[in-house]
């Protein structure tokens, strides 16, 4: 698999309007995923090429020491890049993370306006996943047309989705649409919440709803069955 770089990922549609504010030396380093994160630790999670997205929420909280502390460890892990979005916590991006970020070459990028994290993720996830296929076809094309033309198509929703369906209207639509959030934001239940613009506490009832039919609906594979399912359910 032919990893895109960060200038590639920059190019997406999906981030037009994203500043770069330092790290321009970085741009062709390979970008391997992309995570929503707010914590402050998230680099002992991760294995570098990774590009963060995050609201700035616990950076806005802590220290200038802290957020210091933060630039490095992610530039250390060799993490691809940090994307903040300086809307709501942070208005504009500190000035000892963006020295910090200078003088370690580390790729800080920002949006002055509000956007969609899971818009973001699956523009780049799209383009890691599928290389070759990227300016050709969009994402899973194939692999839901070859469902389709075998007959195969509904009983692979009914496996996935089946309980959901048997549902009325109304809780069908409101779990379809939370599923679906949640699987293009890494199951983030801020981000979800934020995108169907309801409370954080009416997605954590929606997931325990959803877990209860569907069963395992967080691992690998069934996140990718899931994801197939409802592509299918929209043709």
């Known amino acids: 698999m032919s990893l895109p770089t960060l200038r590639q990922i920059l190019e997406l549609p999906a981030f037009a309007g994203a500043e770069l504010l330092s790290g321009q030396e970085r741009l062709d380093g390979y970008i391997t995923w992309v995570h929503v994160a707010e914590v402050l630790d998230v680099a002992r999670l991760l294995s570098g090429g990774e590009l963060l997205l995050s609201t700035g929420l616990e950076l806005a909280r802590t ?3 802290a957020r210091v502390a933060y630039v490095r460890t992610l530039a250390e892990v060799g993490v691809g890049g940090l994307c903040l979005e300086l809307v709501q916590w942070l208005q504009e991006l500190p000035p000892e993370m963006l020295q910090t970020a200078r003088m370690l070459q580390f790729p800080i990028l920002v949006f002055r306006h509000e956007v969609r994290f ?3 993720t699956r523009a780049a996830h ?10 050709e076809e969009p994402l899973l094309k194939s692999l839901l047309e070859a469902l389709i033309e075998t007959g195969r198509d509904k009983r692979f929703v009914e496996r996935h989705l089946g309980a959901l369906l048997r549902l009325p209207s109304r809780p ?3 779990l379809l649409a939370t599923l679906e959030a949640l ?10 919440a934020r995108k169907l613009g309801v409370r954080r506490q009416s997605i954590y009832y929606r997931l325990e709803q959803l877990r ?4 395992d609906i967080e691992s690998p594979e069934r996140r990718l069955g899931l994801w197939i399912a409802l592509e299918l359910l929209k043709r």
Not at 128 to 135: K, N, Q, R, V
Not at 183 to 192: D, R, V, Y
């Open 183 to 192: 699987l293009a934001s890494q199951f983030n239940i801020a981000e979800t």
């Open 172 to 174: 069908k639509s409101t």
């Open 118 to 120: 899971a818009e973001l």
């Open 126 to 135: 799209e383009r890691i996943l599928h290389p070759g296929a990227f300016e």
């Open 212 to 215: 209860g039919m569907l069963g």
């Open 63 to 65: 220290t200038p020491e």
